[in-house]
Structures are given as C-alpha cells and as structure tokens.
C-alpha cells in the first residue's frame, strides 16, 4: 500500500470524526432543547428555549448531512453497509428530524395555535435523540456482513444493547439542553435549568458507566482493547477525566454567574465518550466489518474532497463562529429574533 | 431482492425526490429575489421594498425548511435504498455531493440565521449581505446537484475496475456533456417559477385592492421575468433537447412517441403510446414537426423506440405524457408574458382584471413544469441508474420488502401531511400580506442590546401573533 493511500483514509476518517462529533455537540443542544419540551409547558418560556437555538440549527444539523454525505464521499462502502444495515433506525431519524425541523417555523406561523407543532418538535428531538442512540448501539455491536454487502436481517439492531443507546443519548443530549439553557437563559427559566441540568447530569452519568460496561461485556473484541495490560493503564485516563469533568459541570450547575461553565464541561464529557469509543473501535469505520482502509473510496476521489474540504472547513467555521458571536448574549421573554 | 422491493424503493425514491424538488427550486429564485429587494431598498430607500423583503423572508423560511428536511432524507436514501448504486458510483457522486454541502448548504445554512433573525441585530449592509450569501448558496448547490445528476445521465472523465467506476478527469466529471445544459435549463427553470409566484402574488393582491404598492412592485418584477425567462427557456430546453438526442437519443424517443426511426418524425400534439403494439392509437400531429426540431431539417432521421430493444426502453407513457405537460405549460408562460407585456405597454396591466384573476391561481404552474421535466429525464433514462453503466435494478439496497413497504407508507403519510401544512401556512402568510414598520435605510440599528419595547414589536409583527 502506497503512503497515499494508507495516509488519506486516515486523514477522512479523522475529518468525518471532527463532523460527526460536531454534530453531536451542536444538534445535541438543540435536540435536548426539544426533549426540554417536555418538562416545561409554559408557551412563553417554549418561545424563549426555542429562539435560544432558532438561528442556529439549520447550520447545526447542516453538519449531519456532511457527516452522510462525507461518508458516502470518501468511504462509499461503509455507507451503503451502514445505510442499508440500520435501515429502519435511520429513516425514522430522518422522519423524526422532518417533524423537529419544520416546527421551527411552522410553530410562529401556526400561532396561537401552536399545539401541534409542540408535540412535533418536542417528539421529533425524542424520537431523533433515541434513533440516533440506536444507531450507535447497531454499530457498536457489529452488523452481519457477506463481500462488504449487508447480509442481516431487518431487525438485527433491536437488541436491549441499542435500546439501552437510544435511552443513554437521551440523557446525554438533556444534557446539552439544559446547561446551554443555563448559559443563554437567566432568572426564573435559568433557575429551572439548573435544577434539571442536575437530574439529567446523573442520568447520563449512570448511562454512560452502565454502556462502558455493557459494551466490553458484550464485545469481546472490545474488552480486549481495554482490559489487556498495559493498555488499561494507558486509557485509565480516559474515564478519570470524565469523573473530573462532570465534577467541573455540577460545579457550573450550582455556581450562579459562571453560567457557560456547566454546558462547556457537558462538551468536554461529550467529547471524552467519544474518545472512548475511538479507542475501542480504531480501525473500524464499521465496527467489527470494515476498516478505514477497506472501504476507502478511490485515492483520486478523496484527494478531490480533500482539496476542497481544506480550504472550506476553516471558512465555514469562520462564519459559523461568527454567527453564534452575532446572536451571543441571553435570550428574555418576547424579545424573539423572529 | 425481489422485483417489488425494487419497485417500492424506485417509488419511495421518486416520491421523496418529487416532493423534495419543489422547495429547492422555489428557495434558487425566492433568494435572488428577496437579495434584489433588499439591495433596492438599499440604493433607493423606498419603505415598500423593505417591507416586501420582510414578507418574502417570512414564506422563504417556512419554504427553505421544508426543503431542508426533505433534502437530508435524500442524502442518506443513496444508501438505504440504493446501496449498490454508492458503491459502484461512490467515487464519483460522493465528491460532487461532498461539495455542495461545503460549498453550499453551510451557507445557506449558516446565513439563514442572520438573514431571519438579523434584521436589528446586524447593520442593514451586512444584513443585505447575508441574503446574498444565501442566494449564492442555493445557486451553488444547484450547480453541484446537476453535475452529480449529469453525470448519471451522461457520465464521462471515469474509468471502470471491477464493477467499480474510477474518476479519471475531475474537470470532465463535472463538466460532463449534459451538464451545462441540464444546469441552464433547471436554474432558469427555478427563476422562473419563483418569477410565477411572485407575479401571481402581486395580481391576489391587485384584484382584492390591498397593499397596491407592494403588489404593483411584485407584478412589474415577476412579469418582467417572466416575458424574459420563458421564452429563453423555450431556446435552452430546445438545446437541452438536441443534446439529449445525441447521448440519449431512446429518450428522445419515448419523449416524442417516436416508434419507427426510418420514418420522420411527427410532432405529436396527443396520442396513446402503446409499448406492447409498439406504436401509437389516437395520434393527432404535425408531421415532419419533430424533425424539425430534433434535426434542423424537414425530411431528418432520428432513432425511433424500434431501433432499441425493448428491455433497452424506458416506460414510454409517463416520458411522453410528462414532456407535455412540461411543454404545455412552458408554452401557457410564454403567452402570460407576451400578453402581460403588451398591457404593460398599453398602461392597463394593474388594472386589466380578466388577465389578474386568472394569475391568481396560474402559481403553481412552475413547479408542475419542474416536475414534469424531472419526470421525462429520470423516466427516460430508465433502465439505467447511471447511463450505460449500472441499472436500476441491480444497485438496490438489500433491504427486505416489508421495510421499504412500511418506510414508503410512513413517507406518503408524513410528507403529504406535514407539506400540506407548510403550503397552507404560506397561504397564511400571504393573505396577511406585507404588513409592519419598514426600518429606516440609513443604519441606526445598532449592534447587540436594544430596548425591549421595539424588540416585542418587531416580534409580534413578524410572528403575526393574534395577542
């Protein structure tokens, strides 16, 4: 294998990394704001947790459709495998994703009768939120491969494994929800995100020890990875760090005036799951069935990409920056951007 | 996998891709449009402008959302449902995909939120700008999405290994001999349909004596395109045509019901394709027509069906029919403008009602045109996927038929309930109308905080709250 090769799967794999995980984070927030739904049935504080995202998830879940189309660019295998594999978790995604999507504008037009499209943003960030966990839990535990083709069955990803995904993700993004509420929001509806933000911080913090057990337990490929000396010594950092910055988010969560503190730190243990899980799963792109190198597209095709994914990445997170620096600062009651 | 899987992905595809087509090919020219208000009101000052850039923005959102959801079901559907198909084209689609989401949808994306919500939060040029860089980001995506597409239909610059197409000229790939054709035709085709709404719009308006200045403005904008786009369509739909007879001339011939190549061709004005008979009952034509057209000349040979075998054809009926209604409808623009322009010249446009009322209900008549092309070049390139290389029927996913039975059924449900809404709060807005306080041209908006009471105000007239 010439360098070229070797080098660009790698150099893919890590941009498709940095797409999802950013993803993750910035649709987090906004899908945890819709799971928020639930729990808070004032309309004018919904108006309120609504315009503390309404600028920005378009450019947010923008980085969903990178992380689809990327894949298809650079690794056109592992996307027809994944694609055709989680078939039913994913169009539900999607579907779901169809409902929170369009209430964002359908919500103020349909005003005052705006029922509706409540129950279709905060069910549609529910139903997303879980899919998505899903979808993890699917890969994670391998899909059944012939030739690099899917060779399962419709249901194969229902396992108590994924399920138990789709519930931790629910945690997680609540997570995301409720501190950047605390961050943008402040008296009375900032009050109330503290008090959640600590309810959902133990959630995840039980999900996530509960899914680093379940999953070395269950692949033993996993397990190995984990638990072989030296390697447990070396990645013990790993979950030291996470216990550290959850501390650091309960901090934020009780200490009025550090208000970006608790959602920063939700990032940082976000961040850290997502290294856990390179960690297990490096090679793999598709868990268990196709490494980096496998299901590479042609050198030439993600030499292509890679020129244009160079010199637009730090554009885009230019103005992205600059579009979150515009609409900084908090959010109050009927003081709608809209 | 079985036939009717294949089938019901081939439906579930040209389903969402239907219903997705419409919002893209609105949000291309509504950008534009809503960019030259604003740079209008920008150089004049005048209130109106401004006001109508607030209207338009409010339906571009609602719009521009629907198309967002419905465009990322597509981009993952190339692997639910198509999964061999992004296998053996991979390496080609997925670069040019890869691109319109960098180059564009970040943009569209990302500017949106300054263009919705900036209205007080940004200065007005940085405002205008934004709604530039949205109309650049739909325009850009457009370009990307028809040379992945154009490339399906006439696919150059690649090579095959194994089953698996290998890209050899980037610069052939996108510029593939369809290409710029296929992309003049859509993107006029896109203004123009924006063109139709805002002019049908404008005419509501007129005939129901509301916010005649704003409606006046909209006419004068929508019918100037018109007069102009349609019949340049009319040049570039015939280009786009002479092409398509030299890459992909059995669809030339389904489209013109064209059965027997030694013959010349008849423009056919109506008949009923038979594929089994193989030729047409109830012709009504003009001969030699077609010729004509196809080959710049009376007595001119082109292919017929019979000169393809028949697993080579494409289904005749839907291609046949479809071009019409495409043709008839470019055909019913092309008077609206030319009729238009005269009682412009004679001063009786605002005032001529038998011509407005009439408008009032021509808006759709764009997205029909855009659906009924879309229809004749992915039909007409049927059996294949990609043109020559891969057919349909062997780049599906391997998905069990009960799946894509209960997938399809959740679409149809979703998607018609959900977009019916959309279109019905559109309505909604529009009979609002352009309504508010126009925001001074020279920029005292200032950045960050302002007082609460004019934020509330600004809100409530955008939200349209009943409070």
Redesign the interface.
């Known amino acids: 294998m010439d360098t070229l090769a070797y080098a660009l799967p790698l150099i893919w794999a890590a941009i498709l990394a940095t797409a999802v995980t950013l993803y993750v984070i910035l649709d987090g927030f906004g899908l945890g704001l819709g799971i928020l739904f639930h729990f808070e049935r004032r309309e004018s504080q919904r108006d309120v947790i609504m315009n503390t995202i309404?600028?920005?998830w378009?450019?947010n879940?923008?980085w969903?459709?990178?992380g689809?189309?990327?894949l298809?660019?650079?690794f056109?295998?592992a996307?027809?495998?994944?694609?055709?594999g989680l078939?039913?978790p994913?169009?539900v995604m999607?579907?779901a994703?169809?409902?929170r999507?369009?209430a964002?504008?359908?919500r103020?037009?349909?005003?005052?009768r705006q029922e509706f499209w409540d129950l279709a943003f905060s069910w549609g960030a529910v139903v997303a939120t879980f899919a998505q966990g899903v979808v993890l839990g699917g890969l994670l535990q391998g899909l059944s491969t012939e030739g690099?083709?899917?060779?399962g069955?419709?249901f194969d990803w229902l396992t108590p494994f994924s399920l138990f995904c789709g519930i931790s993700l629910l945690a997680g993004y609540a997570l995301l929800g409720t501190t950047w509420l605390i961050y943008k929001t402040d008296g009375d509806l900032q009050e109330w995100a503290r008090d959640s933000a600590k309810i959902a911080l133990l959630a995840m913090l039980a999900a996530m020890a509960i899914v680093s057990l379940w999953t070395p337990y269950s692949v033993p490929r996993i397990a190995e990875r984990w638990f072989m000396w030296p390697n447990f010594l070396i990645f013990a950092p790993v979950p030291l760090l996470s216990l550290y910055a959850a501390w650091r988010c309960w901090q934020g969560i009780e200490n009025i005036g550090k208000d970006a503190e608790a959602f920063l730190s939700a990032v940082a243990l976000f961040l850290l799951g997502f290294v856990g899980l390179l960690i297990s799963n490096v090679p793999y792109l598709v868990p268990g069935a196709l490494t980096v190198w496998e299901s590479a597209?042609?050198p030439?095709?993600q030499l292509?990409?890679l020129v244009?994914?160079l010199i637009?990445?730090p554009i885009?997170l230019g103005?992205?920056i600059f579009?979150y620096w515009?609409?900084r600062?908090k959010v109050?009651a009927?003081?709608?951007?809209? | 996998m079985d036939v009717d899987a294949i089938l019901l992905a081939r439906i579930q595809f040209a389903f969402t891709f239907t219903f997705h087509i419409i919002f893209p090919s609105f949000s291309i020219g509504l950008a534009a449009f809503i960019a030259t208000l604003l740079v209008r009101w920008r150089m004049t000052g005048e209130d109106h402008f401004h006001r109508l850039a607030r209207f338009w923005t409010k339906i571009f959102a609602v719009s521009f959302a629907m198309g967002v959801v419905s465009g990322i079901v597509l981009s993952y559907q190339f692997g639910t449902n198509w999964a061999k198909f992004s296998v053996v084209a991979g390496n080609i689609i997925g670069p040019l995909l890869g691109y319109e989401v960098l180059t564009a949808f970040f943009l569209e994306a990302t500017f949106l939120g300054i263009m919705l919500f900036g209205w007080q939060r940004v200065p007005p040029n940085l405002h205008v700008l934004s709604a530039i860089l949205v109309a650049i980001g739909t325009s850009f995506s457009a370009f990307w999405i028809l040379s992945a597409n154009s490339w399906m239909q006439t696919p150059a610059g690649f090579e095959m290994k194994d089953g698996i197409a290998y890209p050899v000229s980037w610069l052939e790939i996108v510029f593939n001999p369809s290409f710029p054709y296929r992309f003049a035709h859509m993107f006029t085709a896109a203004y123009l349909t924006t063109s139709v709404v805002v002019l049908s719009v404008g005419a509501r308006y007129l005939v129901q004596g509301r916010f005649l200045e704003e409606a006046k403005t909209m006419v004068r904008m929508g019918l100037g395109m018109v007069a102009i786009l349609a019949p340049l369509q009319l040049v570039i739909g015939d280009a786009h045509g002479l092409n398509t007879a030299e890459h992909q001339p059995v669809k030339v011939a389904a489209m013109e019901g064209h059965w027997d190549g030694s013959k010349p061709g008849e423009l056919l004005l109506f008949a009923w394709p038979d594929e089994k008979a193989e030729k047409n009952h109830f012709e009504v034509g003009i001969p030699h027509l077609a010729s004509l057209i196809i080959t710049h000349s009376y007595d001119g040979l082109f292919k017929g069906l019979k000169d393809f075998k028949a697993e080579e054809r494409p289904p005749v009926l839907p291609v046949f029919f479809a071009f019409r209604v495409m043709v008839g409808v470019g055909l019913l623009l092309i008077a609206i403008g030319f009729v238009g322009t005269f009682l412009w010249w004679r001063r009786k446009v605002f005032s001529a009602q038998w011509y407005l009322k009439p408008l009032i209900y021509a808006w759709p008549l764009g997205f029909i045109a855009i659906v009924c092309g879309w229809w004749v070049t992915e039909t007409g390139r049927q059996p294949y996927l990609v043109y020559g290389i891969l057919k349909t029927m062997d780049a599906v996913s391997p998905v069990a038929f009960g799946a894509v039975l209960t997938t399809l059924i959740l679409f149809v449900l979703i998607y018609t309930s959900v977009f019916s809404m959309g279109i019905l709060y559109i309505n909604r807005l529009i009979d609002k109308g352009p309504e508010g306080k126009a925001i001074a041209p020279e920029g005292n908006a200032s950045v960050g905080a302002r007082p609460i009471a004019a934020a509330q105000d600004a809100a409530r007239s955008a939200l349209g709250s009943e409070d």
């Open positions: 309404a600028p920005f378009d450019g879940q923008t969903l459709v990178l689809g189309g990327g298809l660019a650079a056109p295998k996307y027809g495998l994944v694609m055709s078939y039913i994913i169009i999607l579907l994703l169809v409902f999507g369009v964002f504008e359908f103020w037009v349909a005003k005052p690099g083709h899917f060779a069955g419709t597209a042609a030439s095709s292509f990409m244009g994914t637009m990445l885009i103005y992205t579009v515009t609409f600062g109050r009927g003081e709608g951007y809209h």
